[in-house]
Antibody, heavy 122, light 107 residues
């Protein structure tokens, strides 16, 4: 069974930092791309970042570029999101998602973790 | 960047009704589109990918169609358990933008 478990969320001060982790199991982690997606309270889904299976390709949404860093450790079956210079607008549930890719179907997140809540407080 | 626009933003329909949600891309994305269902307080769930391919385990009352810039998610016979917010997402390249969501309620 595919499982993704996020951790590392919590309450952080404005301008502070936090590192989220996502541990995958039940699939060959090293062969899948991974995403981070967030959802602010009462709002829609916002794609944040993508990392390829090898880590060689990385992309960010403009809203977090320069502040957030995605990385992965395939030996630990984990993907990370380092979040710096946090703002009130970063308050959200953060989800990691496994991305399945096929040239005919594109990249789509097919399994999601339960999410971890990040609250940025002044 | 390509923008994804869903309509309507919300709808209310009766059990058994046919429900249609549209998603429009600001540029051609071929068939690289996915649909997700998010029930209140739950994690998003993949319903459809490649515009029309039903994810394993998803009820057959859900279907997707469209290509290039115009896409549709249809629920052929709305059920009480379909109360949720539905999102489309472009799946071809970065940024993997979501639509703003369509909230579906029972009348």
């Amino acid at each position: 069974e595919v499982q993704l478990v996020e951790s590392g969320g919590g309450l952080v001060q404005l301008g502070g930092s936090l590192r989220l982790s996502c541990a995958g199991s039940g699939f060959s982690f090293r062969t899948y791309e991974m995403n981070w997606v967030r959802q602010a309270p009462g709002k829609g889904l916002e794609w944040l970042s993508f990392i390829s299976s090898s880590g060689s390709a990385i992309y960010y949404a403009d809203s977090v570029k320069g502040r957030f860093t995605i990385s992965r450790d395939n030996a630990r079956n984990s993907v990370y999101l380092q979040m710096n210079s946090l703002r009130a607008g970063d308050t959200a549930i953060y989800y990691c998602a496994r991305v399945t890719y096929d040239i005919l179907t594109g990249y789509y997140p097919d399994y999601w973790g339960q999410g971890t809540l990040v609250t940025v407080s002044s | 960047d390509i923008q994804m626009t869903q309509s309507p933003s919300s709808l209310s329909a009766s059990v058994g009704d046919r429900v249609t949600i549209t998603c429009r891309a600001s540029q051609d994305i071929f068939n690289y589109l996915a649909w997700y269902q998010q029930k209140p307080g739950k994690v998003p769930k993949l319903l459809i990918y490649a515009a029309s391919t039903l994810q394993s385990g998803v009820p057959s009352r859900f279907s997707g169609s469209g290509s290039e810039t115009d896409f549709t998610l249809t629920i052929s016979s709305l059920q009480p358990e379909d109360v949720a917010t539905y999102y489309c997402q472009k799946c071809n390249s970065a940024p993997w933008t979501f639509g703003q969501g369509t909230k579906v309620e029972i009348k």
